[in-house]
């Protein structure tokens, strides 16, 4: 297995920005400032809200067009502003490491394959997915939810990933 940089790539800033702003997701849902005692993940920072702190549910779809491996579905941001992710070659610490599917991707955006990390480094497990040359890219998605969590694309030292 070849030791793979990657890249991970948290929810666009213009999308964070334009539902922040407009309290409106891509889909036209009305978003409202929600709180409760548990933490969420934030698809902006990759960090999870406190307890209580007002957070946006928001319907996403991670792909640039319709279609039928276009999943959309609900994510989390801050209600604040906060910083997107910036660490985009680690794997994001307050994310799960485990119970996680990697669900792989190829240039016409259509599934090519999935992975449950289960006891397996996740690493690992990106490093295999992204190999496999069929793979032009890969999701993180929450294992019992399926909510979309990031991208992760190859990354060459100083590389850019596609978007």
Do not use: W
């Amino acid at each position: 297995m070849t030791n793979h940089r990657f890249r991970v790539s948290p929810l666009p800033p213009d999308i964070v920005r334009q539902a922040r702003r407009s309290r409106t997701d891509a889909f036209g849902n009305d978003l409202v400032e929600r709180r409760d005692d548990d933490r969420h993940q934030c698809r902006s920072c990759l960090r999870l809200t406190e307890p209580g702190e007002p957070y946006l549910a928001l319907a996403h779809r991670p792909f640039p067009t319709a279609h039928p491996f276009a999943e959309t579905g609900p994510i989390y941001v801050h209600a604040r502003a906060c910083a997107p992710y910036s660490d985009s070659h680690e794997y994001p610490a307050k994310f799960p490491r485990q119970e996680v599917v990697l669900r792989a991707y190829g240039s016409n955006d259509e599934i090519t394959d999935a992975r449950f990390v289960g006891e397996r480094r996740v690493e690992e497990v990106i490093g295999e997915l992204l190999d496999d040359g069929r793979n032009a890219y890969l999701h993180a998605r929450n294992s019992t939810y399926g909510c979309f969590m990031f991208r992760i694309d190859r990354a060459a030292d100083g590389a850019e990933p596609a978007r």
